[in-house]
């Protein structure tokens, strides 16, 4: 097995599981009949299936009747498992908590009924950050397989966003191997980039482009950013023709894609192995095994919408009005839908000028299921005729949320309604395009609602829809189907306000307005007005920074009656496991809390209980039934969903309560069960739009709040009721923004704090429910206001702007005596004036002093003397005021001085400034002769009375409602109550009351705008007509009533703020530390501590009391729902405070009798939703109506502190610090660091160090060790952070702030001495170890002395010859990294592996801190978006601590633990670095690959090894040592790099690594050589280290203060406290003869006992500057580091092994059975046949002669190939050096299976030949060859489709192999192969000196040897036609007509002769008969 350090990992399709133990699985305990197998994955095939371990080994999966086969099934199945020390693929839901498992959640996949879709993973992409950072996306190509197909040459095109790349072209094959990295580098958010489409293409590149695609495969960046570590590994994804996909599968290609970002951690894919072709490609598929891509469609049908808002401005329709184009008034939008799903688009048909649009259609939309896309999105759009149309909103629906992705049954497919979906954007009065513009596009949270659409969804397997079924219109049966999912019924929102506070300075009255969907909107004109808004109110300054709304005890209220859909039982449902996870999670923050502050195991172990109790008597409650009409599909499913999900958390938590043993270990499974609740607490049907907050300042809305409608909504169940129905609680508005870095400072100012009690429910539920928790009286009043403009100084209602009886805007029309009380309700008195109360407030308002302040005024003629008897008096502005003397002192306020004079201005020495004239103004104080007028300002400073405030706020009353006018230039600016000289209008506000006799009745006035008695007629026929003249019909308006809660007499309360410190807040200032003072806000009352200069981790140590607070209602109430407390902290500075952050807290309320004392609590502090540090403070609210309260807190100067029973306890405790220098100092201010000193902070003690003579010749302090004593905390929870200044003294004795650190906790330096001292001593005398006749006395020996340990390097023992022949260092690097067949040989002969770390050595070594720590040094402001990366530090400090507590006696102190600590002086040394090989590099040429060298710097040493630069090629094996010269610790830093080799230009920078070797060197564990397994002697693997184990043990031993080892012979050791035998290491009893002495092999192992650092290779990942978070590749490394003092041993050898050259001799002798693919001209089949051959990567293409007119398939040859290749034995790989095209300059390196192809042919002259079959061959891995012809088949093959075992031999194995191979010609994935011919060969590997030996030349050219070849045996028909014409006439024409042709012949010749018989008859015959004559 490999010694890697890492967990035991299984790898079983898309799931890797890590053990801690795969030996110990579980118990029979852990097991329970009734749980769910053991499997997340239920596997569709029923045979077992096959994965792979870490070590590349197979582990079998049993099949599902296996798993499913009861207890003793799986419990045999468990002991095979154990036996084979294999790791189990179980459930991690159901593994004991004892093992450490990577979590998996069961929807990880989603089942759609029988499809299966991609792994998810439990990322929720709205939560993801919108921050734009640096990406890479690597997209690993291996090979693919199965592609449509023969003899192609395939390529693979790779896009991803807007970029894309290929690989390079593979030729001749259907099976390509490319093995291929391409990066593609982004900038932008992670949200961004999860939307970014990836698109594989594989094409075949010897067609023309419009016909080369093959098929490809799309998805999203998304699915590879959701699964685990951002990762794909070794995923095959189908590829389909994305224009005919009902076409089928075309093929396969296995990939990897890996996702890295600021942070991540490369993870290199493991390399495919060769067994890998055995496994079946969709048993390992980018989906689950046994899916198929399947034709679906999603049909959306599109009923119709809601209350669209209008798009389109009124100014055309108005100019229509006016030329009469156009009567009467339309809707303003012409609106339409588009559904967009997995990049296709409908859209609906549109409708023209309606808000109620009704398309009534059904759009389908073909995918291919699964599909990768998981949201459907709906858009409401404008039709715009003249620009683009406009987007009203859009809703994303989640199909995650309507589908099931519970593997424990069949699942169901997306369904959805059919419901109503709520549409949100910008405000619904945004008609142009406008910054929330993208609001409107799904870019960030909607502020306002913009409509909702009746939609439904539904999806169908089995056929994609055609064209013309896209779109259609939907028929009545579905509308009469819907008709009863739009019930309505009636809901009522009660909101009360009980505060508003904490609202920045506006210029105008501020109101709050309530909506729910159309309702409420003031703004709007398609719904009746109702009482949703407040009372317009001027903010009132609290005094101290903000201002709040002076309501009073009449509190404004408001209420809507709306109407919605009958959705009750989803809420109901819904909130029911909303509440179960609120109870669960508020427990499980107890837990933690208990945890954090080290509470004791018991207690938290109760609390934990007492969760789980609670936790299974809410799973016990069992979910509300469904109503059984009116209910979807979705209802149904997600109810049985949910039902076997709570039951399944249930048992899972009964076994938790029985069987957990650690808490940590339970708090993860508690936070699982909180997700998988949380995944169930969806509601995607409900229609009930969400209650919106707004903030209106005049017409403007500034801010919102969202409520979500469940959480407010009630129900006759307790346990069913919004968490916030019926309670108060604080709201925090915000600004509407678009989610951009630029408005991040604009959120951080709070608009303005609620404090507000929210009901909603049904009518019949809202009878005197909704209010009576409040305490007060409901008032409900009719409201008028009476207008007047001033004219020549008189007030009149003659030609005002506005008529004399409106309502507070103007626009409508309200004598008193147009109102008509509503039905059900009655008037309750007469009118009465009811003063707007915030107008009476002064500017001394919420201060406790205040400076008046007049202006005396002096006039003069020009050339006489200033007067001294005509005065007169004026404010600030100019206007008149009172003198000196006539001001009176205001009630509730006293005098603390005299007038005086106010100097303290750009005045003159009696105080006086001048101007020409004071109406132009321009003071200047110096008098001119041409000045006319002078002024002088005299001041008095009053304070507030706090016994007269009552008096004072019932005189404000009485003065505000005198006469109720409120006074202001015009209407539309602010109004004040006192009259100033350039107001020209007033108005006052009449209220009347109205009581209702029906609590159901509306209360809305129906308004008659003829009603008003005091309107003259022309005024009344002026009104009824309009801007044309014509008549206008008689509309009455409607006008909503103010409705207010009245309270009794407030309750007072007194707040204790306790404010003791903070830590890790945001710097601010430039030199990297902040001024920080905290502002605490509460009710109407904010107060700020001190302000604490030049720290991070303030302790203000402060009590801030706030005295008389007052709240109305029942003070139990407020015990139950205390109103927040907020903290906000700035940075002091001159001008303006930059915010640093915001904390909550709720305060702990004492009615009265309570005794329990505060706990300080530590609060997270955010800013702009990222965490700023933290504040340690408590707050205790006392109701102070007559009670006694505590006693105030002690003072410290002028301020309160923290009492002391809430303070910490503190203890006296000794921290010691070692200051061992500093390092890579930056210049600061443009000089360098050169005398630097620090200083320590804690607890408020300084410790400050010597400082440095000069840094660049020893960076090191003179004094090494210091300590210092300091009052901490007892409790580790409440201790102060410790603080590292860093300050360089500079000529004149400046000593600036150079940089800063801040260690948070100090837990991981405390040790307790006393106790490590006495344990060790009891030890050693429990071991016997006490006497010290045991001793032996180990004196330091030189290495050199010791000859008999180390003989000299020359020398070789005759096993040490032997042994190079057969294994070498890189057989133990093969054999230590798991390469099982690489490794072999070296294992056999017993030798041990060293360790290859897969990450670098620091992180397994704790950094080497154990001696001195770097910590960053920081300088500068932080920014909001910048994190404290330590590449932005200024400079490291080397140190370390230790916290201990001294005996609180009194009594001598323990021993000092810093004092063995190693000499600070510079050391010489030799730094030998080993480089073995890099993998994963980032390309940086075109054509993605690098040419990369290696480059290494120490100091001022450089070295580059550019001659010896690996062409292209991103995973180069170097093989080098390099060794450098050094100084420690100037010259500490090594530096790896790897550079990218450029002939022309400068070489690029790929990557590099660091590492800090003086830590190495300094550290205990020593990181300067590693130890080995073994402690030899002799033999290639000799002790290479320059001390002894004896001398390192002893050395060791002195570092960590402690004995020294202690000796029993040279077989025991005593050792910190343990005993170490030789007989405990070495239990074979058998002793190499090259293994050392005895006692130094027990000191070795003792020392890797110890954690010292073994033999070793690390893994380093590899950087950029450029890009200093991505990785960049890694490199695999070890270093060694030699004091030049020491003798220092000679390197070891890893150059990489070189390459054999071998041949390949290849002899086809014959083919049998080829496909005749001709057909002569006689009709005859047949085939010219050749036969190809090649090794797959060379290239180089060899072919037999032509066997012409084969005639039955056979084909005879006797051709002999050669191929000479280089083969390296150790990787079973052929190495090929080539140029990649003509014009390369170097040869690259690739490296490849050594495989053999060969093809059949048949020879074409005209056209091009026809390919007939094909047969590849892996030499190392191939099938082992037939005798006869007769019994090749395609089941020979390794990969047939029969899964047929096939025996495998190797060439290099047996030298020669003979025999016959089938030929066959691959089909598609969908199509079988064909069996095309066999063939006969020869196949023989020679090494280069058998090849010189015995010769032979290719085909049957000469050398014709070894073996002699003759000429092939062919049958006389065996030639070229045109060649020879006489064969050609005897072999085709003669063989094919002979019996033709003799016929024709005979025939012929008998017509021949008959023809002479006829022609000679007659003349012979005449002849004859006159011869007779």
Same mark, same amino acid.
């Given at each position: ?13 898309? #799931? ?29 095939? &029923? ?15 049993? =099949? ?26 179980? *459930? ?32 929720? @992409? ?61 900038? !932008? ?270 999806? $169908? ?46 210029? =105008? ?11 409420? $909107? ?70 933690? #809390? ?64 029985? +069987? ?173 004036? *009811? ?68 100097? $303290?201005? =750009? ?29 002088? /300002? ?6 507030? *009375? ?41 108005? @006052? ?103 604490? +200069?030049?720290?991070? !981790? &303030? ?274 690097? #093969? ?46 402001? /932080? ?87 690996? &062409? ?154 450029? @890009? ?24 070891? +050898? ?209 050398? $014709? ?29 003669? +063989?094919?007509?002979?019996? #033709? ?33």
């Amino acid at each position: 097995m490999s010694d890697k350090i890492s967990r035991s990992e299984v790898t079983f399709d898309d #799931y890797t599981l890590e053990v801690d133990d795969p030996g110990d699985i579980m118990d029979d305990d852990d097991y329970d009949d009734d749980d769910e197998y053991l499997y997340e994955d239920e596997l569709l095939d &029923p045979k077992d299936k096959k994965g792979k371990d870490k070590d590349g080994k197979t582990v079998v999966v049993p =099949a599902k009747e296996k798993r499913l086969g009861g207890k003793r099934a799986y419990k045999e199945y468990m002991e095979s498992m154990k036996n084979q020390k294999r790791n189990l693929p179980m *459930n991690p839901e159901n593994l004991p908590l004892k093992h450490k498992i990577k979590k998996i959640f069961k929807n990880d996949h989603r089942y759609y009924g029988n499809v299966i879709a991609a792994p998810r993973s439990s990322i929720d @992409r709205s939560k993801l950050s919108t921050k734009k950072q640096d990406f890479q996306v690597r997209v690993n190509i291996h090979e693919g397989r199965k592609l449509l197909g023969g003899n192609i040459h395939p390529v693979c095109n790779i896009h991803v966003g807007k970029q894309s790349k290929h690989t390079r072209v593979q030729k001749s094959t259907n099976k390509p191997l490319w093995d291929e990295v391409l990066f593609f580098d982004f900038n !932008c958010s992670a949200l961004d980039l999860c939307d970014e489409p990836v698109t594989i293409e594989v094409l075949n590149s010897r067609k023309i482009r419009s016909d080369s695609l093959i098929g490809a495969f799309k998805f999203d960046l998304g699915l590879v950013y959701e699964s685990a570590d951002h990762q794909f590994v070794h995923k095959w994804v189908l590829l389909t023709d994305p224009e005919d996909k009902e076409s089928g599968a075309k093929g396969y290609v296995k990939i990897s894609i890996s996702i890295l970002g600021p942070g991540d951690k490369l993870k290199i894919p493991p390399k495919s192995s060769s067994s890998d072709d055995l496994v079946d490609i969709e048993s390992n598929l980018l989906r689950p095994a046994g899916v198929q891509l399947q034709p679906a469609t999603y049909t959306v049908k599109i009923y119709k919408a809601e209350d669209v808002p209008k798009m389109d401005t009124d100014y055309f329709e108005g100019m229509k009005r006016v030329l009469r184009m156009q009567h009467g008034d339309h809707d303003l939008v012409d609106p339409y839908m588009i559904v967009s799903f997995a990049g296709k688009k409908l859209k609906t048909k549109v409708l023209y000028k309606t808000y109620t649009p009704e398309w009534a259609q059904e759009l389908n939309i073909g995918v291919q299921m699964p599909s990768m896309c998981e949201q459907l999105m709906l858009r409401l759009m404008d039709k715009d005729h003249f620009n683009r149309d406009d987007i009203i909103a859009t809703h994303f629906l989640q199909l995650t949320r309507l589908s099931s992705a519970d593997p424990d049954d069949e699942g169901f497919l997306p369904t959805f309604g059919p419901a109503y979906v709520n549409f949100y954007g910008s405000p619904r009065e945004s008609i142009v395009d406008d910054e929330l513009e993208p609001l409107n596009r799904g870019c960030g949270e909607g502020c306002s609602f913009r409509g909702r659409a009746l939609v439904e969804l539904t999806v $169908n397997i089995g056929q994609e829809p055609s064209k013309d079924e896209m779109l259609r219109d939907i028929d009545g049966e579905d509308w009469l189907r819907v008709q009863p999912f739009q019930r309505r019924r009636r809901y009522r929102l009660f909101v009360g306000f009980l505060e508003g506070t904490m609202i920045h300075p506006v210029d =105008a009255p501020v109101e709050f307005e309530i909506s729910i969907g159309e309702y409420g $909107n003031k703004f709007a004109s398609t719904t009746l007005p109702a009482p949703s808004t407040t009372q317009p109110t001027n903010p009132v300054y609290d005094g101290s920074h903000y201002y709040y709304l002076p309501w009073g005890q009449t509190k404004p209220c408001v209420m809507l009656n709306s109407q919605w859909e009958d959705v009750m039982f989803r809420i109901e449902s819904l909130n029911l496991i909303c509440r179960t996870i609120d109870r669960l999670e508020g427990h499980l923050k107890d837990v933690k #809390y208990l945890m954090r502050a080290k509470a004791p195991l018991a207690e938290s172990a109760g609390k934990l209980i007492k969760l789980l109790d609670e936790l299974i008597i809410d799973l016990n409650q069992p979910l509300l039934e469904l109503p059984q009409k009116n209910i979807t599909e979705l209802d149904k499913k997600l109810y049985a969903l949910r039902d076997d999900e709570m039951k399944r958390i249930l048992i899972e938590a009964v076994n938790l309560r029985e +069987n957990a043993r650690d808490i940590e270990q339970a708090i993860i499974e508690i936070d699982s069960y909180i997700y998988r609740l949380q995944q169930i607490a969806t509601e995607p049907q409900n229609s009930i739009p969400d209650v919106i907050i707004w903030m209106l300042c005049g017409n403007r809305r500034v801010a919102y709040h969202r409520i979500p409608s469940h959480q407010v909504m009630f129900s006759p169940k307790q346990d069913c009721c919004g968490k916030l129905c019926g309670h108060v609680f604080s709201v925090f508005l915000k600004r509407p923004s678009v989610p951009d870095k630029s408005n991040a400072k604009r959120q951080w100012k709070l608009p303005a704090k609620l404090q507000v009690f929210v009901w909603m429910g049904l009518e019949d539920h809202a009878k005197g429910i909704q209010h009576k928790p409040l305490d007060g009286e409901i008032s409900v009043f009719a409201e008028t206001y009476e207008n007047m403009i001033s004219l020549l100084s008189k007030w009149t209602t003659r030609a005002m702007p506005r008529p004399k009886w409106s309502d507070i805007t103007g626009q409508l029309k309200l004598p008193k005596e147009s109102f008509t009380t509503p039905g059900g309700w009655r008037w309750a008195g007469e009118w009465f004036i *009811n003063p707007n109360l915030s107008l009476s407030y002064d500017l001394d308002s919420g201060l406790s002093s205040f400076q008046d302040d007049v202006f005396e005024n002096q006039l003069r003629v020009p050339g006489s003397d200033w007067p001294t008897s005509k005065l007169f008096w004026t404010d600030v502005t100019g206007e008149e005021a009172q003198s000196k003397e006539d001001i009176m002192c205001p009630a509730g306020w006293e005098w603390t001085d005299i007038w005086t004079v106010d100097l $303290n201005r =750009a005045v003159d020495e009696e105080g006086y400034e001048y101007c020409l004239d004071q109406s132009v103004g321009g003071f200047v104080p110096v008098e001119k002769t041409y000045h006319l007028c002078r002024r002088r /300002r005299w001041v008095r400073t009053r304070k507030r *009375n706090p016994d007269l405030r009552q008096q004072a706020a019932h005189q404000r009353m009485v003065r505000a409602a005198e006469e109720g006018w409120e006074y202001s230039r015009l209407f539309t600016t602010k109004f004040h109550l006192k009259q100033r000289t350039m107001d020209m209008v007033r108005r @006052r506000r009449w209220h009347r009351k109205m009581v209702a006799d029906n609590p159901d009745a509306d209360a809305i006035f129906i308004i008659d705008p003829t009603s008003d008695v005091h309107e003259t007629k022309e005024e009344k026929e002026g009104s009824r007509k309009d801007s044309t003249g014509a008549e206008k019909p008689f509309l009455p308006k409607v006008q909503a009533p103010r409705m207010f809660i009245t309270f009794k007499e407030p309750h007072t309360y007194q707040l204790r703020a306790y404010i003791y410190q903070a830590r890790d807040l945001f710097s601010a200032d430039p030199s990297g530390l902040s001024d920080p003072y905290a502002r605490v806000v509460f009710s109407r009352q904010s107060q700020r501590t001190k302000i604490l +200069n030049e720290t991070l !981790c &303030p302790t203000w140590d402060q009590t801030l009391v706030f005295e008389e607070v007052e709240f109305y209602g029942n003070p139990t109430m407020l015990a139950e729902s205390p109103p927040i407390v907020v903290v906000e902290l700035f940075d002091y500075d001159t001008v303006g405070s930059d915010f640093l952050g915001r904390a909550i807290a709720t305060p702990i309320v004492k009615l009265g009798g309570e005794h329990q004392m505060a706990k300080l609590n530590w609060h997270p502090i955010t800013r702009g939703g990222e965490p700023a540090g933290e504040l340690l403070g408590a707050f205790e609210l006392y109701l102070n109506e007559g009670a006694e309260l505590p006693f105030m807190p002690p003072t410290r100067g002028d301020v309160y502190q923290v009492p002391s029973g809430i303070r910490p306890v503190m203890q006296l405790t000794r921290i010691e610090v070692l200051t061992w220098g500093v390092r890579h100092m930056k210049k600061f201010q443009l000089a360098a660091v050169n005398s630097p000193s620090i200083e320590i902070e804690c607890g408020g003690v300084v410790l400050s160090t010597i400082k440095i003579k000069n840094a660049k010749k020893n960076p090191n302090f003179d004094t090494s060790s210091m300590l210092f004593d300091v009052f901490l905390p007892v409790e580790e929870l409440y201790t102060p952070p410790l603080n590292i200044r860093l300050l360089d003294h500079r000529s004149f004795g400046v000593k600036p702030l150079v940089g800063t650190h801040m260690i948070k906790s100090l837990q991981e330096y405390r040790r307790d001495p006393v106790a490590m001292v006495q344990t060790i001593r009891e030890k050693m005398l429990e071991s016997g170890f006490g006497d010290a006749e045991y001793a032996i006395d180990m004196d330091f020996a030189d290495p050199a002395a010791t000859a008999e340990h180390q003989p000299p390097a020359t020398s070789t023992s005759s096993e040490e010859g032997e042994f190079k022949e057969d294994v070498d260092w890189w057989s133990k690097y #093969y054999s230590s990294s798991g390469n099982e067949q690489l490794g072999r040989v070296y294992r056999e002969k017993g030798y041990e592996n060293m360790v290859v770390f897969e990450e670098e050595l620091e992180n397994y070594f704790d950094n080497f801190t154990d001696l001195a720590q770097s910590f960053p040094l920081f300088h500068g402001k /932080r920014h909001e978006d910048e994190d404290l990366d330590e590449d932005k530090a200024v400079g490291y400090f080397k140190g370390t601590f230790r916290v201990y507590p001294l005996p609180a006696d009194g009594s001598d102190p323990p021993p000092r633990m810093l004092k063995n600590v190693p000499c600070n002086q510079l050391v010489e040394v030799l730094v030998r670095v080993y480089i073995v090989k890099a993998f994963e590099l980032q390309p940086q040429d075109p054509n993605g690959l690098s040419d990369p060298y290696l480059a290494l710097k120490l100091g001022r040493f450089k070295v580059k090894d550019r001659e010896n630069y690996v &062409p292209k090629n991103l995973s180069p094996t170097f093989g080098k040592m390099f060794e450098l010269d050094g100084t420690l610790p100037l010259e500490s830093e090594l530096r790896v790099q790897i550079f990218d080799y450029d002939l022309l230009s400068g070489d690029d920078l790929i990557g590099e690594t660091k590492i800090d070797l003086e830590n190495r060197f300094l550290s205990a564990r020593r990181g300067v050589c590693g130890l080995p397994k073994r402690y030899y002697v002799a033999g290639p693997y000799k002790w290479r280290d320059a001390e002894l184990p004896r001398q390192i043990l002893e050395k060791w031993c002195a570092t960590q203060a402690l004995p020294p080892p202690v000796w029993r012979g040279n077989s025991q050791v005593y050792v910190n406290g343990k005993t170490c035998c030789l007989r405990d290491y070495e239990t074979r009893g058998q002793v190499h003869k090259d293994w050392g002495p005895p006692e130094e092999r027990l000191a070795l192992y003792t020392l890797l006992d110890l954690g010292l650092v073994p033999e070793h290779i690390e893994t380093r990942t590899l950087y950029n500057p450029l @890009r200093p978070e991505i990785p960049q590749g890694k490199i695999q490394i070890f270093v060694d580091i030699f004091p030049k003092s020491a003798t220092i041993p000679p390197p070891i +050898n890893i150059t990489p092994r070189a390459p054999q050259d071998l041949q390949l001799r290849v002899i086809v002798y014959n083919v049998q059975d080829v496909l005749l693919s001709d057909t002569s001209f006689t009709g005859e089949k047949m085939s010219d046949i050749y036969v190809k051959g090649w090794l797959k990567g060379q290239d180089k293409k060899q072919k037999t002669d032509v066997h012409y007119r084969s005639l039955n398939g056979e084909g005879n040859f006797n051709w002999r190939y050669v191929f000479p290749f280089k083969y390296l034995p150790a990787e079973e790989v052929m190495v090929i050096k080539k140029k990649e095209h003509f014009f390369s300059l170097d040869k690259h390196e690739e490296k490849h299976p050594v495989t053999f192809v060969c093809q059949i042919w048949d020879n074409d002259i005209f056209t091009p030949d026809d390919f007939l079959g094909l047969l590849e061959l892996n030499l190392n891995f191939m099938p082992k060859a037939n005798k006869f012809a007769k019994s090749v088949s395609l089941d020979d093959l390794p990969d047939n489709e029969k899964g047929k075992p096939v025996p495998m031999v190797s060439l290099f194995d047996q030298k020669n192999v003979k025999g016959w191979w089938p030929l066959y010609e691959e089909g598609g994935p969908d199509t079988p192969r064909e069996l095309t011919g066999k063939v006969e060969m020869e196949l023989e590997i020679l090494s280069k000196e058998d090849s010189e030996a015995k010769p032979a030349g290719k085909g049957q050219e000469e050398p $014709n040897e070894n073996p002699h070849l003759d000429p092939p045996n062919r049958p006389a028909t065996s030639f070229l036609w045109f060649t020879s014409p006489w064969k050609s006439l005897r072999y085709i024409i003669w +063989n094919s007509y002979k019996w #033709y042709i003799l016929i024709g012949f005979i025939i012929l010749l008998v017509v021949a002769m008959v023809g002479l018989f006829i022609y000679s008859a007659p003349g012979a015959l005449s002849q004859k008969l006159i011869a007779k004559l």
